[in-house]
């Protein structure tokens, strides 16, 4: 039956709104999901970052956990990627003006160490460079394109994935938003 | 999910490129729609369009407002002037957008003497669609995912069997979508479609929102979709009330 009435339809409305609020309190989410380590490792936005191990270019084996407590951002690149070429200054200069306290993590795929190499020293990048010879970590983080970005909280949780190309902007205002501020006189 | 369609050596990112069919059959369904109101369909979809393009551009106006040390610690000035045009996503905010499209919207709509109810009703039906094809683009990226089910229907997603929030959003859109498009003689009244799919899609964002895994939280777990929702049922409600009678026509 529709209401025909003023009061009918006012009288519908409180019922629609203690209703309403009643489902929203019933449904809210709960303390322990709110938590985002509560939920499974994904490459996704809330979820715990996956761990994984990887050689750097000078030889040794780093995991991802052992940047717990400082920023990470985790850039999937390759040599012949242009886009990945434009964002590196970007990344170098925010590796340089945070003064560690946010890590830049460069994830190279399927590449041999000396091609990697050259383009490194080439760039001049003095982040860790990991290489992902066979594209395992790749395919963990569901990199389709590149370059793949993924900004990690100091807890390791995925803030925010990206695909394509990063800006200087868009990493200095997430940064901040993480509390994560640039050491004075580097910029 | 398929986050990017591949066409030879061209990756083009498939949710994008939903949204933008999702909003241009969006704008021709409030056209046509208006069109059997009395309104010069070509305006009706040049508003929306001035109104879409205002807000994408005052979207990004607001994040570079919002976060000006950021910009302006760019140096030369050339480049953070490049940094603020190069289409870059993750660099708009929401709410600014909102706010200049809706402005823009009013400000053609007044230039152009439209009557605003009849276009609010054009615009609610298109909007059904765009919301539509958001899910489509959500179903293709992986976002606005659900919790996770033992239903047989559950979709494999990030590590578990979940509620393919997604469809049931978008068959609950077409099926508002249909409804109002086949009762539209009957919903003529101005005003009255803009109410009714106000009502539809609040309830739908009160039910679906309580299935989702990635809703937006604030003070302490409440989900904001689901408030939004519900601040739009009363405006409707509220809306119906106010041009109701009080009292019976036969009584007076």
Known sequence: ?187 | MLPLLRIGPLSVRTPELLLLAGLWLGLEAASRLGRERGLDPDRVFALGFNAALAGLLGSRLGFVLLHLPAYSAITPLTRALLSIVTPLPGTENAAAGLVVGLVAGAYFARRWHMPVLDLLDSYALGGLVLLAFGMLANLASGDYYGVATVLPWGIPLWGASRHPLQAYVLLAAVGLLALAWRRRVVLAEPGLTTRLILIGVGLMLLVFESLRADSPVFAGGLRFWQIAGLAGTVLALAWFAWRAPLTEPDAR
Do not use: K
């Open chain 1, 1 to 187: 039956m529709i209401p025909r009435l003023r009061t009918q339809w006012l009288a519908l409305l409180v019922v629609m709104l203690v209703v309403g609020l009643a489902w929203i309190s019933a449904t809210r989410v709960s303390a322990t999901d709110i938590n985002p380590t509560g939920r499974p490792p994904q490459p996704v936005a809330g979820h715990p970052a996956p761990d994984f191990q990887l050689v750097s270019l000078d030889g040794e084996t780093r995991s991802l956990a052992e940047f717990r407590g400082r920023t990470v951002i985790l850039n999937f690149w390759a040599t012949w990627c242009g886009p990945c070429r434009v964002e590196i200054p970007a990344l170098e200069a925010t590796w340089q003006g945070y003064g560690g306290e946010v890590v830049i993590i460069g994830v190279n795929i399927r590449e041999d160490a000396a091609t990697v190499s050259r383009y490194v020293d080439e760039l001049g990048v003095s982040y860790p460079v990991l290489l992902d010879t066979d594209g395992t970590v790749g395919r963990l983080y569901n990199v389709q394109a590149f370059p793949t970005t993924y900004i990690i909280s100091p807890d390791g949780v995925v803030i925010e994935p990206y695909t394509g190309m990063l800006s200087e902007p868009l990493l200095r205002t997430r940064l901040a938003d993480l509390g994560a501020s640039p050491v004075e006189g580097v910029e």
